[in-house]
């Protein structure tokens, strides 16, 4: 119960307790008394019509005051409403607007003034993450490119090094690549937080690229032993980035693969509904907890899966996908179903016929 409604329900309780007061005064004073006046045979007293008056004056003006009662409680908890309402509409990209004040030096001004000092600092502490973020993976490619070039100089000259020598050297190499892909995907994230990525807005046939992204999914579902099918392929014509739409394609196809069951199967579908084009890939992997389905666009997330069969990645695959997708106006949301797929739906915007290019069949 919020607490508007506790003070209302409060002051209907006074509310009533004041008008049974009343009612019992008026029987009283109009109808007990005179009854037993006419009992007993006593004359009731002549009485100043001006008192009468103030008496009636009076207890009418009982509910009076306690409506105006209400409606000044209403009135003083209003602003209490729109506080909360602002309050719950502040999220990370409106941290700098600040609550608006009204400088009366109440405590609901004051209260309003330490929430925008609040946000104020945690604005501060999210720009210095980032800062901190950007300068770090920007510091560390180079020692990470030296190091490259190191180990890949060193696997050229076979005489000098041993069959021990050279794996090991390959697998600090390998971990060097996987560092460097962490890194660029950091510098990708905190460069999109801070507002300094742009998203090319051209047409882009989506079904194209759906097409190119089977072909590519057959490639690297070869090795693992799962078969992908192309269910549905409409044309589609969308506004954005091509290059940053082939990534979500492969980010996802990619994820379906390595999160599946040997012999399993991926499913790509795109459809054309008019307003949005609707893009599903589904898999037959393991089922993902409810309690986890919330946290698969957190950054650094892997699910128990990952760990159990070793799969490889750096758990901010689906972050990019997630951005990649708001940049674009679309939405995401993953679904899993117990023993059966996992899916994930992604819908983007489609292009008004009118103003986009002609399509061509894929």
């Not at 090319?200 to 693992?224: I, R, T």
């Not at 589904?282 to 993902?288: F, L, P, R, V």
């Not at 758990?315 to 990649?324: D, E, H, S």
């Amino acid at each position: 119960m919020t607490l508007s409604s506790r003070l209302a329900l409060r002051y209907t309780f006074i509310v009533i307790a004041c008008l049974l007061l009343l009612a019992g005064l008026a029987h009283h004073e109009f109808i007990y008394e005179p009854a037993k006046r006419h009992l007993l045979g006593i004359r009731e007293l002549p009485e100043d019509s001006w008192s009468e008056y103030a008496e009636v004056f009076f207890y009418a003006m009982i509910p009076l005051i306690l409506g105006f009662g209400w409606w000044m409680m209403h009135r003083t908890l209003l602003p209490i409403g729109e506080l909360a309402q602002r309050v719950e509409k502040i999220h990370a990209d409106n941290l700098r607007e600040p609550l608006p004040r009204t400088f009366n030096g109440d405590e609901l001004d004051r209260l309003t003034g330490v929430f925008n000092a609040m946000t104020a600092q945690l604005q501060k502490s999210i720009e210095q993450i980032r800062d901190f973020s950007l300068h770090a993976s920007h510091e560390l490619k180079t020692p990470l490119t030296i190091m490259h070039a190191q180990c890949s100089t060193a696997l050229l000259d076979e005489d000098l090094l041993s069959w021990r020598e050279r794996k090991l050297i390959e697998g600090q190499l390998d971990e060097i690549r996987r560092l460097a892909r962490i890194v660029d995907t950091l510098s990708l994230l905190a460069k999109a937080d801070a507002g300094l990525l742009e998203i090319e807005h051209n047409p882009v046939p989506l079904h194209k690229l759906m097409g190119e992204c089977f072909e590519d999914s057959l490639v690297l579902a070869q090795p693992e032993g799962v078969q992908v099918r192309l269910e549905a392929c409409d044309n589609a014509m969308v506004s954005g980035d091509r290059d940053r739409l082939r990534q979500l394609l492969l980010n996802l196809t990619d994820n379906a693969i390595k999160y599946n069951r040997t012999g399993g199967s991926v499913t790509l579908s795109l459809l054309n509904k008019g307003a949005v084009a609707e893009l599903r890939i589904t898999n037959t992997g393991e089922e993902i907890p409810p309690l986890l389905i919330s946290r698969v666009f957190d950054r650094f997330f892997r699910g128990p899966e990952a760990g159990s069969r070793a799969i490889k990645g750096t758990g901010l695959g689906l972050v990019i996908v997630k951005w990649i997708v708001e940049s674009h106006g679309g939405t995401i949301v993953m679904d899993s179903k117990p023993g059966v797929t996992t899916t994930v739906t992604v819908t983007l915007p489609v292009m008004d016929p009118a103003v986009s290019p002609e399509i061509t069949p894929l």
